[in-house]
Every structure is written in C-alpha cells, then in structure tokens.
C-alpha cells in the first residue's frame, strides 16, 4: 500500500525546510525593496487614450477609472512597509478621495489655460490638504514613494496608450503638488497631533454614543469646526467629529457619534469606546459659523441626529455676548427618543431669549424595539412630526435669514435641495461636510 503526501524533511535531507515552504507564497516585496506591484500584470482592457487630448485631461481619466483606487493601493502596499501603517487595511475609500481631489487638480490646470492666478488656486488648495495631512508625520522619503506608486499606477492603466508625454506631464505635476503639499506641512502652526484620555462615556440612545475627553495641551479650534480624530478602534481611520462643546482651557471636549447601520466605522467606535482609551486629535477644519456683522441677521439652523453638536457648540459660544441675532433651530430625528440633546438645548434656551427650538421626529412614536428612553422635556413649540426639509419649509423660505445645516450627506442634500426649492438664495445656506 502506498500514501500521497509531500516528503518531510526527514524524506529528503536536501529538500526546503518546512518554514521555508511556509511563506514562499507570503508577498515578501515590500520588505525586499520591490516598488512595482503592478509589473507583468496588463490589464485586458486599459484606459483608452486619444493623442490629441491633453495630457492633463488624459492623466484626468484614467484617476477617475474605477479600478484606479483597488490598484493603487497595491501599488502602496508594495512601495514600502510605512504605507501599510499610514493607511486602513481597506485603503480604496481613502484613495477614492484623492482621486478626486487628484482629478480635481489635474482638471483645474488645464482649464487655467496658464493664468497663473487660477494655476495659484490649486496650489493653495495643494497647500491646504498639505496642512491636513501634518498628523500622518510625512517625510520626503513618503512623498517620493507616494508619485513612484502613482506614476506605476496610471501607466498601468493606460497599457499601450502611455507614453513619454504623459509620464513627464504627470512627474511635473506631481512634482508641483507635492512641493506645495510639503510648504503647507511647514506652514501650519500649533502640534501636528493631540493626545486625549476619554473621560466619560454617555449612551443616551440605543445608537448614540456621547463621549467627553480631557485633551493633553488645549487645541485651538473655532465653535462649528470639525477635527480629524483617530482611535485605537479602527487604526489608522482618520474620522471627523465635530466638537459640542467650544475650546476651553481645561482641554475638556465632547463629541457625538451615532452608530451607522452596517457603518465599518461608526460601529466598533461606539460599541467599544470606554473611560481611559486614549485617542488623537488634529487639526481642526471647517468654516460653519454665524456671521455677526451687524446690523445681525437672523438665524436659521437646522440639525439632524448627531448633526445637532456642531450648532450647539455655536450656542454655546453665542451665550459669551450680550447681544445676539434671533436664531430658530431645527432638531430633527427618525424617532421622538432619538431627540438626545434636547434637554441641553432647553437650558440653553431658558437663558437665551434670541433662541427657539422646534424639535422633529418623522414617526410620532418610538418602535417597541428602541426600549426605554429618557422622558424629553417640554418646548415652546411642540414637536412636528415629518422629514425636517418638509417641516423647514412648511414655515416658509426663510429667504431673509442666513441658514446653518448639520446632519448627514443625505439630510444635507435632501434640505439644501428643498430650500432653495421654497425660495431660500443657494448662497445664504451654509454646511461643512466632515
């Protein structure tokens, strides 16, 4: 009778040693020195490209390619071991985002037609994501690497259709981009990264998570600005949250997270968030803010879920002066319990005559399923119940007020488009996307 099996070392003194058969099939590239992770591999079909379109536009194209995000991030992983650290390990919804902001560059240029005014904006705009980008600490050695696996990655696209036209056109740009993205790193000021001790964790809904720190050094930020956050939840994911509270030299600071059905995010950050995890924080950004020129201008705010902390954050900041405009806020959510902050609002209120509160929900009543809930105080107005474009615009266009919104890409959306829908000017409505 005789067996199958691969000889051992024992059946053959020169055959490889079992380790060695372990990781022969391990991608060892990175560590070896090796940057092309896309060599040999041509795509059965590239990104067309058409010798009379500008090199920009083409370079344009093929950043815009949905397979560009998946086959640059191999390219990262294979540039250098640092870039497995830098980014998640699903890095393509990072990449899609600098493919737009790529695109966006490349796009801008070419339209620029050499005004070197318009040329200047989009180094500026290089400039500012350089200042962003001071929390991954980057070096030159990364920014090199960065346009080797870019350069790769667009060749790769283009199979056949590359040429030395567009490898030099895409080193040039690169070149200026990065150079601005480095003067942008330099020029910021204050740390680069913020340590913080979580210090209290709230769970006023079944979905909500409201979570107050204690910050190492105070960080300096504007009432209605968002920061860039990492936790040790999911590493290496940069998030933005926006503050509830304004800055204060006690370096205390209070976020709101709701968690995002099926969110890969959202969810291990509130459902794993305890008193001692340590987090950090960056530079804050965003310009949602209530203009005070006067004569004032009243004020509406509308705010969804989660989306209420970075207008009451404003409120707050707004009870320092003595004199305000007239602010009507919006608080809206799916359910009547959802309404978690209403009660701060309502003190805030109680000693704010210049601020209403209309609290929404879309259903009239919780679903059997959210459980027990916090009884929610008494308002001047009572609660409306509808989607909170229907009950905005239920009141009228509000064309005379400058307009505040907070809340989801859907909510922003759905109310920006139903606002100016009833007659509110497009120009009088701001919001941040964090």
Known sequence: MTTDRTPGPTDDPFGAPDVERLVEDIDLG???????????????????????????????????????????????????????????????PVLRQFARALAYALEATEQAAGDTAKVEEVVDFARHLGADHRKLELTRRHHDAFGEALVGTLRHLAGP?????????????????????????????GPARVGATVVEVDRPTRDVAVVRLITDVTIDYHPGQYLSVLTPYTPAVWRRLSPAV?????????????????????????????????WVLARPLGHLDVDRSEPFRDVLMVAGGTG????????????????????HLFYGARHPGDLYDLPTLVDLASTAPWLTIQPVSEADEDPWWAGARRELPRTLHRRQTGTLVDVVTGWGSWADRQVLLSGSPEMLRATVKGMVAAGTPRENILYDRP
């Open 30 to 92: 990175p560590y070896l020195g090796r940057t092309d992770a896309l060599a040999g591999a041509a795509l059965a079909d590239p990104v067309p490209t058409d010798a009379g379109t500008p090199p920009l536009l083409t370079l344009r194209d093929l950043t815009t390619d949905p397979r560009f995000p998946e086959l640059f991030a191999r390219a990262l992983r294979a540039a250098g071991p640092d870039f497995r650290e830098l980014f998640p390990r699903d890095a393509t």
């Open 161 to 189: 259709g590359w040429d030395d036209r567009l490898e030099t056109t895409l080193r040039t740009a690169y070149a200026v981009l990065s150079a601005a993205l480095r003067e942008g790193e330099a020029a910021a000021t």
């Open 246 to 278: 304004p800055s204060n030299p006690a370096g205390q600071i209070e976020f709101h997270i709701r968690e995002v059905p099926e969110g890969t995010l959202s969810g291990p950050l509130v459902r794993s968030v305890s008193v001692g995890d340590r």
């Open 308 to 327: 209420i902390a970075p207008l009451r954050c404003l409120l707050v900041d707004m009870m320092r002066f003595g004199d305000n405009p007239r602010v």
